[in-house]
């Protein structure tokens, strides 16, 4: 993530705060369907704001939320003490290629692409490896992330949207600008349109994220030795079948890791 905006947490959490329920009502699906105990506890890496931290109690789970920007976790501490519950989520300081919590959760969530910014397989193996190891046998990793476009891509493709909060309006827009399937990169870039109370600034933020192959991605699971691909969701909560050709095309789908 970009220094710049994630210094800037109340921006973020405005941009990036939106109703929850469903995507929670889908959790809940996939442990009922999935996960053959109850999941109590959950593990969110990269939390930023907070925005599941204070939202994952009120549906009876307790969460525990990591993430390596002092910024974020001040922001998303404060969030808890305001509106959450300190006794049923916290945010602590880590990083996700080393964290690792000794079979303490049910559960972990990984949304809105985090996990793009870890770059290379030894990376992205040492972080599945790590959160199998800290979810209990049967638990799910759900990570929420969108592979490479099958066609080449002429033009920035994104979305744009408005959020507002307390008289402060962000509208955003995310495109990916090129992908590189010979460095594994995606070049992505992220303009905000900031009004503060009329006094309006732009941000314009590039990000470097890891360009997701299906295929490569699977591999790089089975190589961490403590997770497995149970589930395939697609960005409308529909199960695909785990054999579905994976592109952009299909948006930002689910992916559902079991802990062995």
């Known amino acids: ?141 759900v990570v929420h992330i969108s592979c490479a476009y099958e066609a080449p891509r002429d033009e920035p493709t994104g979305g744009t949207w408005e959020m507002e909060r307390d008289g402060i309006r962000v509208k955003t827009t995310w495109d990916v600008e090129r992908e590189d399937h010979e460095t594994k990169i995606s070049h992505q870039i992220n303009t905000m349109e900031i009004d503060d109370h009329g006094e309006k600034t732009m941000l314009l933020d590039r990000h470097v994220l890891r360009l997701w192959i299906y295929e490569e991605l699977q591999d790089l699971v089975r190589r961490s030795g403590t997770l497995e691909y149970a589930a395939l969701y697609g960005e409308d909560f529909a199960r695909l079948p785990l054999d579905t050709h994976v592109t952009g095309e299909l948006g930002n789908c689910y992916h559902i890791l079991r802990a062995v």
């Open 1 to 141: 993530m970009s220094e710049e905006l994630y210094s800037l947490p109340e921006i973020y959490d405005i941009a990036f705060t939106w109703d929850l329920t469903k995507e929670i009502e889908f959790f809940g699906r996939v442990f009922q369907e999935l996960v053959p105990f109850e999941v109590e506890r959950i593990l969110e890496p990269a939390c930023g704001t907070g925005r599941f931290l204070v939202t994952l109690p009120n549906h009876g789970y307790r969460v525990t939320g990591y993430d390596r920007s002092d910024a974020m976790l001040a922001y998303a501490r404060k969030r808890i003490a305001d509106i959450g519950d300190p006794g049923k989520a916290e945010a602590v300081r880590e990083d996700m290629t080393t964290a690792r919590f000794d079979r303490e959760f049910d559960a972990a969530l990984n949304s809105i692409n985090s996990l793009g910014y870890l770059l290379s397989d030894d990376e992205i193996v040492s972080h599945f490896r790590n959160t199998g190891e800290s979810l209990r046998q049967g638990g799910v990793y």
